[in-house]
């Protein structure tokens, strides 16, 4: 079984930054792929950043690519870090992984941007 704890969302001011951070517990054998997504009130939850091990490099939603950076330093753990956050990023963030063909979520953290 595999859990996924994420952290470091919170408030914050047009322009600035936060990290976040996923924490994964239990097997991670398997894993193939890693991603953030988020879902914004009114609107279904939709990909932001995700890592497919082993293959090419990592794809980003449109509106955040130059600012949203994702990375894996260990197979335990996998961070969003957004640069220049705007208040259209506000939302909850989820962490995913996918393994053997199935989808894990965190909870999600909630990230509001204020203007």
């Known amino acids: 079984q595999v859990q996924l704890t994420e952290s470091g969302g919170g408030l914050v001011q047009a322009g600035g930054s936060l990290r976040l951070s996923c924490t994964i517990s239990g097997s991670v054998f398997g894993i193939s792929a890693m991603g953030w997504y988020r879902q914004s009130p009114g609107n279904q939850r939709e990909m932001v950043a995700k890592i497919v091990l082993g293959g090419s490099s990592p794809t980003y939603a449109d509106d955040v690519k130059g600012r949203f950076t994702i990375s894996s330093d260990n197979p335990k753990t996998v961070s969003l870090q957004m640069n220049v956050l705007e208040p259209e990023d506000t939302g909850v963030y989820y962490c995913?992984?996918?393994?053997?063909?199935?989808?894990?979520w965190g909870k999600g953290t909630l990230v509001t941007v204020s203007s």
């Open positions: 995913n992984v996918a393994r053997y063909g199935r989808d894990y």
